[in-house]
């Protein structure tokens, strides 16, 4: 390994003794890997892979039990202080003072790190334009959007220029606009400071933008190299097949998913893009053509994604199938024609003179896939926060499972499941104690009770871990456990806030391979996501921006409205992009010929 590299990793070992539940977790097992100067590198793998330990040893906040960690040339368990005063780390969590404004935060970092007060003004008007965060600095941080507090949070990180950047999925929970520009800022650091950058990601468009990618499983190294190196892996192996007019893209994925010779599939653009094993592409894949019914798949170039599920499918081998069996236990109900299920009529909020959601309206059907989609401060989760029960409207018409919300809504909750993007259950209960506690909220007892807590650990395969304390269960069982809650009392709607933030490519596969058994069976599911790929699996999606409505439709129209042609198409990345930067380049047109 090169010497010269910002940061070297050899057989680094990390173990971790939880004594609530008796165990020891090996959290990395001989790692080795390499940060060269100058460049961007990409740590990518599930949830508990070990991406935060690798971060937090290479940060000199903890020290490897075995193995060694040099840092700028300097041994991390050694004079770990030393390090830390010539990099930045920029946590999950980073900690902002929501009651400090953009100004007294960057202050208040600059003070931390002893920013000499010369050097300051110069850096700050640099971040300031590079964040565009120049105009909002006398504004208070916890009223930014998401993407906005995440720009300043990196911003705050680099009041002073470090050698070294670690960042830990600074992108989760942010929008694909804000996403872009804050990749655009670290591109621009490492092009015109050579910084050097090592970052965790679960988005896998954001590791192929980077000049080395570690693909980390179980603690240990998968594979590592090139973008181009861990995509080529899959080379001859994908393919591209588009659906009958009649099926949903998402109903053929979940035929390819649940066949064992599958390796990865998901909607992409109105087709559905594949991975098969190499032993089914060498026997001429005979099995395939029933699969596809009367649809031809062709060839395509795999992507990085592609060569990371091939990596880990591996090592997981996990019978998608019988993840599908959530809607065998979950009661189902008869879908009538067209039965509306939430309707939706000039629904407004205000907080104070502010307009947080104006003049919207839709409706969604009994089984649809309704998603809600907008950049970070759009007003879809107000929106959102009405359509469940948890906030009331200032003024419309909002209906829910036939009961009027501005009238009715502890009724309606009844009918209401609620999956929040943040794990809201009580992590010092047992998952048993979780589900009695929220049964008796939604009115189960006894027999009933019991049944329904079995049926839903088994659907999410949680029989093993009833006695196990809900806040030490790894992030993967912890959303299990949301659902299994959310699903408990057999909801007529399933409203789910975000619930693949910061997974990895295979949990959103598993999890919308539920989804889609639960919508089949009756189940009406709304959602929000911030992964577009997701907007593929629902029936129809909104995308909202500064309060109002710009698209509604099925994700063919949403693509259509955005500009695709027969002879240009899009993912649903681009048509959400495209579409939101249209119409605030037509506002801000139209403020300027107002003014």
Known sequence: MNTQAALVAQG????????????????????????????????????????????RLAAGLMVADTGTMTVLGIDAAIDPQAIQNRISYMPQRFGLYDDLSVQENLDLYADLHAVPHDVRGKRYKRLMEMTDLGRFTSRPAGKLSGGMKQKLGLACTLVRSPELL??????????????????????????????????????????????????????????????????????????????????????????LLDDDKTVDAVPRGGKVHFVRTRAAVEQDDPDVANLLGTSQAEPVPPTLEDGFMLALRSKVQRDLSSVASVAMSTPTRALKADETVIEVRDLVRTFGDFTAVDRTSFSV??????????????????????????????????????????????????????????????????????????????????????????????QFELDDSGHAQAGLLPGGFKQRLAMATGLLHAPDILFLDEPTSGADPLARREFWRRITALAEAGTTIVITTHFMEEAEYCDRVVIQDAGKVLALGTPAEIRRQAGETDAQTFDMEQAFIGIVEQNRKASRGGSREAA
């Open 12 to 55: 680094v070992g990390k173990r971790f003794v939880i004594k609530k539940a008796g165990r020891t977790v090996v959290a990395l097992d001989d790692v080795s890997i390499e940060v060269k100067t100058a460049a961007l590198t990409a740590l990518v793998g599930p949830d508990g892979a070990g991406k935060t330990t690798l971060l």
């Open 166 to 255: 670690l960042l830990d999925e600074p992108t989760v929970g942010v929008d694909p606009l804000s996403r872009r520009e804050l990749w655009e800022i670290l591109e621009q650091l490492v092009r015109e400071e050579n910084l050097s950058v090592l970052v965790s990601t679960s988005y896998m468009d954001e590791a192929a933008r980077c000049a080395h990618v570690a693909i980390l499983h179980d603690g240990k190294v998968l594979a590592q190299g090139t973008p181009e190196s861990i995509r080529n892996t899959a080379e001859g192996l994908c393919f591209a097949v588009t659906p009958p007019a009649d099926e949903a893209p998402r109903h053929l994925q979940a035929r």
């Open 365 to 458: 059907s009994r089984g649809e896939i309704f998603g809600l989609l907008g950049p970070n401060g759009a007003g879809k989760t107000t929106t959102f926060r009405m359509l469940c029960g948890l906030l009331p409207a200032s003024s419309g018409t909002l209906r829910v499972a036939g009961h009027d919300l501005r009238k009715a809504r502890a009724h309606a909750r009844q009918q209401i499941g609620y999956v929040s993007q943040k794990f809201a259950l009580y992590g010092n209960l047992t998952v048993d104690e979780n589900l009695k506690f929220f049964g008796g909220a939604y009115g189960l007892s006894g027999t009933h009770l019991r049944e329904r807590m079995a049926a839903v650990k088994s």
